[in-house]
């Protein structure tokens, strides 16, 4: 019944289009009441120190980071200099848009940033270059969502707070992962981009490709200090996005000498507004999350999946049709905060390693960004295309397929995110 109350307030306050973090909110208060111990002052307090959580101070400063490197120079950097190595092939806009989703995955975090960054930038190109803006704006959704996998991940800091996994762990963990969605891009868009006839970018010299690089090599530096510094031991994932934008407003400032004092004021309030809107969430999730231990919900969706237990395999492709529809109703963050609380114990019940699922659950969430009609990051590129939902969905069902096929290939072997987590935190 508990269960019922929860779920049915939180649908039903959606339903009537309130924003999910009051929906949040009052779930929470229906579940109270009916458990009878309703009190304001414990909403307060928990809704207090939900947000009053060191490891999530990462969200705000990568978040800055990424608007520091968009304003100073960085982003702009990194596609010129794909441009120059693979900007000459067929097809080579697009395997441009991979490799810098892949870069960018490794700055920001951010899968809606990442997006918006680069599609912004390589959709005109595309487009007057012959491609089919359908298929490359779906290309570049495909991309952008490697953000919420490869480190620093904002998804994988949400999901390590909720669930008091590592984070370090679940940054390590997501490497091979993303590389592996990146490579997935790249074979299935070379099967497609073979229909476009598509204007080729003239070759580089090996003088404007060293050029190229050098001016991009700043920008490189950066996730190799977070990865580096993180296997080291030389800070934790919040020091870790400290030094991102300290680097970043650095480089933009000091270095390329785009971003100027006078930009500073607009960059700072853009990353304000949207952690307060991630924080807000968080805090009213974490409320929700205290209440789901206290009505003990988890240990209801244990009985309900008991039969699965003995089976882990099972019990994994349950839990990720269930989070597939589920992302196609919800966004990101409150899909984590809302079901991380519910579904950890039921995964440490069958013996399930804690950051291979962590992986498994964030790379399915971001999958559900790019499905319809909730999408975010869909919506975004929709928007910087000026194509309707139903051009880009055209577009879009490769990289989505290969995205799935990836998803299953990491459930069905395990040691594709085990063994290269064991190599990169001894």
Known sequence: MTVGIFIGSLLGAM???????????????????????????????????????????????????????????LSKRIVDMAMTMVGHIRGGLGYVAIIASLLFASLSGSAVADTAALGSILIPMMVK????????????ASGGIIAPIIPPSIGFIIFGVASGVSITKLFMAGIVPGILLAVGLTVTWAIVARR?????????????????????????????????????????????????????????????????ISDLHRVFVHAAKMTSVVMFLVAAALVSSWL????????QMIGMLGPVLDHPLLLLVAINLLVIIIGTAMDMTPTILILTPVLMPVIIQAGIDPVYFGVLFIINNAIGLLTPP?????????????????????????????????????????????VPLDWFTT
Not at 24 to 48: K, R, T
Not at 129 to 140: K, P, T
Not at 228 to 245: C, Q, R
Not at 399 to 405: E, Y
């Open 15 to 73: 339903a009537l289009g309130m924003p999910i973090a009051f929906a949040l909110l009052v779930s929470s208060v229906a579940l109270m009441f009916f458990m009878g111990n309703f009190d304001s002052q414990i909403i307060a307090q928990n809704l207090i120190n939900g947000a009053d959580n060191f490891p999530l101070m990462a969200i705000p400063f990568f978040m800055l980071a990424g608007e520091l490197m968009n304003a100073g120079g």
């Open 129 to 140: 270059s012959g491609y089919d803006v359908n298929r490359s704006s779906g290309l570049i």
């Open 196 to 260: 476009d006839k598509v204007q080729v970018q003239p070759r580089k010299s090996l003088k404007e490709i060293l050029i190229a690089m050098r001016k991009g090599i700043w920008a490189l530096f950066l996730p190799i200090i977070i990865i580096g510094g993180l296997k080291g031991g030389l800070f934790t994932p919040t020091e870790a996005a400290v030094v991102a934008a300290v680097y970043a407003l650095f480089v933009g400032l000091v270095i390329y000498r785009e971003l100027k």
């Open 292 to 299: 789901i231990t206290v009505a003990n919900l988890p240990a």
């Open 374 to 418: 909730v999408g975010t990051v869909l919506n975004v590129m929709c928007g910087i295309s000026k194509i309707s939902m139903e051009d880009i969905m055209k577009g879009i069902w490769p990289f989505l397929l290969v995205q799935v096929i990836v998803l299953i290939l990491l459930i069905l072997f395990p040691s594709l995110v085990l």
